[in-house]
């Protein structure tokens, strides 16, 4: 059965991005908010660190700007940078006002003030947090202030962009993957909250709604995608042991506080790589465990913190501690073998400084986007700060920019009753891309594998193509298949080595000819 519902403001999503937005916007129309799974289901859910901002007597947004600057390796914009360092604080004290608890002390003068932690690639403690779970402190808290100000669509399914003839977005279609009914959702303006792409690999930290929905049907729909050659795999994921089909992660801060990173034998490596050890940048991080896991032919490395006061470690991460203490390992007493897991999409639908995408009405916030704040390699704990800073500048522009829909609607006409067949061969063939993403554009790549993993992905492509009638798992298999042709696309196309993208046959970074984004963009005949 298909239903058409009409709304002022869609937002598809439920991390921080598309909350916030929907938090800002409620006051000026009607607000729906489509998400995959529970309202609570997202990678800002499992964001540990935290949010970047200056707040430091030692700290300025021109030294946060030199930081992002400096990780982003030549491609962040430097206006967007400037924009965000300095929109920030002021977006995060708000946050905080609406009841999230982050973690404060008293100093002596009696003042409240954000525990600052400090994480790779910042030269000043900045990161507010909430103890080792921000994002689900987050979450929570904006989900309760936003009680009774929206409509939620829980376990939705979006499946495609609807365009009106003048190629404007006037909404998506949709299915509820527990009725399997389909969904007409029509709205003025649609923002594009969906997260990240990580379930393309075979190893990564985010959940399993992390299949890249909103840039595959942006960029099916026309709108440019820019730089996916970028994924940051985050170097320590607690190693042998998924929860929900992704890997612990062992926040950064974790290194911040004094975690050291040994091979098995107990001995130290990051000095070899980077002045800064242990708090070297993500990308740095990841290739030298990479490195010492191939020469030592290895599965895993090791984060001691073992040499820190327990109580300290106990109280700054309980989570980590509670949750590995669990699992059979007393991080006080035992170092933690890790390993590097897919984390964080650096590209992603192309937007403005308003988070508006080529597509008039469509919005793209969040990780979901490629904002320019970035660039080559993201710097720890900025990616909330972005969601933050461009959820509240799309809904300044929304506000502005509300026109009356009054496109022609037509009900949807899919069907969406899979074969139990169906969904078995969509799960065998996502693992078989998994798998091809993880061997040809994982952290070290090389033309040969790129070359390997397209070819891989074509056929999955096309026996992607025999399945139908179309399920939620199909639908997650197609926008996989299009996220990962993005990345090797883009990686094959960018001939050096810069930031998160390494080619062992370019390993030099070539200014001359990449000091580019990578912008791709559907081809319509």
Avoid at 187 to 212: D, E, R, S
Avoid at 297 to 322: A, C, G, M
Wanted: include cysteine; glycine fraction near 8%.
């Amino acid at each position: 059965m298909n239903h058409i519902i009409d709304t002022d403001f869609l937002v598809v999503g439920s991390g921080i991005a598309g909350l916030w937005f929907a938090y800002k916007i409620s006051a000026c129309g009607k607000v729906c908010i489509l998400t995959k799974k529970e309202d609570t289901e997202s990678n800002t859910n499992y964001a540990q660190g935290g949010i970047a901002a200056s707040f430091g007597t030692d700290d300025s947004p021109q030294t946060h700007f030199k930081d992002t600057i400096k990780t982003g390796r030549g491609l962040s914009k430097p206006e967007i940078v400037e924009m965000v360092c300095n929109e920030g604080p002021v977006l995060v004290r708000e946050l905080y006002e609406t009841g999230i608890s982050f973690t404060t002390y008293y100093n002596s003068a009696g003042t409240r003030h954000f525990d600052l932690g400090r994480e790779g690639g910042h030269t000043r403690a900045r990161i507010v947090h909430a103890q080792d779970y921000t994002g689900r402190e987050i979450e929570t808290g904006l989900l309760h202030a936003l009680k009774n100000k929206c409509t939620f669509y829980e376990h939705y399914i979006v499946y495609d962009l609807i365009l009106n003839h003048s190629h404007d977005c006037v909404g998506v279609r949709a299915i509820d993957t527990k009725t399997g009914d389909t969904y007409d959702f029509y709205a003025n303006i649609v923002v594009l909250a969906t997260g990240g792409i990580g379930q393309v690999y075979l190893h990564t930290t985010n959940p399993p709604i992390a299949t890249g929905d909103g840039i595959a049907i942006a960029y099916n729909a026309g709108a440019k995608v820019a730089n996916m050659e970028f994924i940051q795999f985050h170097p320590t994921a607690l190693y042998g042991k998924k929860i929900n089909n992704r890997y612990f992660l062992i926040s950064e801060a974790v290194r911040g506080e004094g975690g050291l990173l040994r091979t098995q034998d107990g001995k130290t490596f990051m000095e070899k790589y980077h002045e800064l050890g242990c708090l070297a940048p993500r990308d740095v991080v990841a290739r030298a465990i990479d490195s010492e896991l191939k020469k030592a032919n290895q599965d895993y490395v090791l984060l001691d913190v073992t040499h820190l006061d327990p109580e300290k470690i106990k109280i700054r991460f309980p989570n980590i501690y509670s949750t590995c203490l669990k699992l059979g390992i007393d991080i006080t007493k035992q170092p933690i073998p890790v390993v590097p897991a897919a984390h964080y999409v650096c590209g992603g639908i192309l937007i403005d400084s308003f988070g508006q995408t080529d597509i008039p009405n469509l919005f793209a916030i969040g990780e979901c986007s490629c904002s320019g704040l970035h660039g080559a390699n993201r710097l720890a704990s900025n990616s909330l700060l972005e969601a933050l800073v461009f959820a509240e500048r799309a809904a300044i522009k929304a506000k502005s920019s509300i026109r009356t829909n009054s496109s022609v609607k037509y009900p949807s006409s899919d069907s969406f009753e899979a074969s139990l067949n169906d969904n078995i061969r969509a799960l065998e063939l996502t693992n078989k891309l998994r798998k091809a993403m993880w061997n040809g554009a994982g952290i070290v790549r090389s033309i040969q594998r790129l070359q390997n993993a397209f070819e891989q992905i074509q056929n999955i492509s096309l026996d992607s193509k025999q399945l139908y009638p179309v399920s939620s798992s199909v639908i997650e298999l197609k926008n996989m298949v299009t996220i990962a042709l993005l990345i090797v696309k883009s990686a094959m196309l960018r001939k050096e080595s810069r930031g998160l993208h390494y080619n062992e046959d370019y390993p030099e970074t070539d200014d001359i000819n990449f000091l580019k984004d990578t912008i791709i963009q559907q081809e319509f005949k």
